[in-house]
């Protein structure tokens, strides 16, 4: 049965399942002039069932044998290696199905570990829609910088690697209360030199273990990016960049450590400090998980039974 078949009939389906309300009903024919049950759009749907089941005591739903269901072959899920290795990266493994259609959180708060000395301040990486970033699709990035993005000072001076001379910088984000996240979205400091965040790790906390209790209930721990050159955090600060979670997490807290920058000795082109733009989560909207799950079928094997 071709994918477009089995949606017609899985929409036909729950139409019929919720004006019945769930139940098994008997289905008398209409009488002359009238509609009959399940008038407007899905009129013509009750008429033909009607007629066919009329006087024969039959009911609207019944089991079908494999042979009146004409499905002539079955599902078998075996990705290949790449598949596997996609689904994971687009986050569709239990988690988000597709980053364009994910539910913006915003955390209520942020605090850095460097906050007495950040030349910019934290709190721009948590200014929401329509302030921090556009609020449509594709969601660029607005605004620059003091009032839109957060940078450290430069313990080593310039030219020097921040990582180097003061370690990695932390964030601490507070989600206000424990809730389901799927994804991370950052967007970049500034492409006019070197200080924007390249590569980044996460680690979680529940409300009950509060920001002092990263990891240990959830031991979850990923890493974004890469050092410069090698699956960086791009520099350009217009996009939406976006990281699906490989895991299911429901935490109140996030801790983001920044594991490099893209300073490239000398340094002539900065790296003394680290900088971001914006910083959200999401959650999978039911529209984007039913896509995944179409675009899933897709990738399923059929073969003859």
Request: hydrophobic share 35%.
């Amino acid at each position: 049965m071709p994918v477009n078949m089995n949606l017609r009939f899985a929409a036909v389906s729950l139409t019929l399942l919720l004006l019945g309300c769930g139940r098994e009903k008997t289905v008398p024919a209409p009488a002359q002039g009238q509609s009959g049950e399940g008038a407007g759009i899905v009129a013509p749907v009750f008429t033909e069932l009607a007629r066919r089941l009329a006087g024969r005591g039959s009911t609207l739903f019944r089991k079908l044998t494999t042979t009146e269901s004409g499905i002539d072959f079955v599902h078998k899920w075996e990705p290949c290696t790449d598949h596997e290795k996609q689904l994971l990266k687009t986050g569709f493994a239990g988690t988000a199905a597709s980053a364009n259609a994910a539910s913006f959180l915003t955390p209520v708060s942020v605090t850095s570990s460097t906050e007495g000395t950040d030349l910019w301040p934290a709190s721009n990486l948590i200014q929401g829609p329509g302030v921090g970033y556009d609020a449509a699709e594709p969601h660029n990035q607005l605004g620059s910088g003091p009032s839109h993005r957060w940078v450290t000072s430069d313990p080593g001076g310039y030219p020097s690697d921040y990582l180097s001379v003061a370690g990695s910088p932390l964030a601490t984000f507070d989600m206000g209360a424990n809730v389901p996240l799927s994804e991370i979205s950052v967007w970049g400091y500034t492409n006019s030199n070197n200080n924007g965040v390249a590569q980044f790790s996460l680690r979680f906390a529940t409300d009950a273990e509060g920001p002092g209790g990263f990891g240990a209930s959830i031991t979850y721990n990923p890493t974004f990016g890469g050092p410069p050159g090698a699956g960086a955090i791009p520099l350009d600060d217009l996009p939406r960049n976006s990281f699906g979670f490989s895991e299911s997490v429901r935490a109140r807290y996030v801790q983001f450590t920044v594991l490099d920058n893209w300073f490239i000795d000398p340094g002539g082109s900065g790296g003394d400090r680290v900088g971001l733009g914006e910083v959200a989560f999401a959650i999978p909207e039911p529209a984007s998980m039913l896509l995944g799950g179409v675009t899933l079928l897709g990738l399923l094997r059929r073969r003859r039974a």
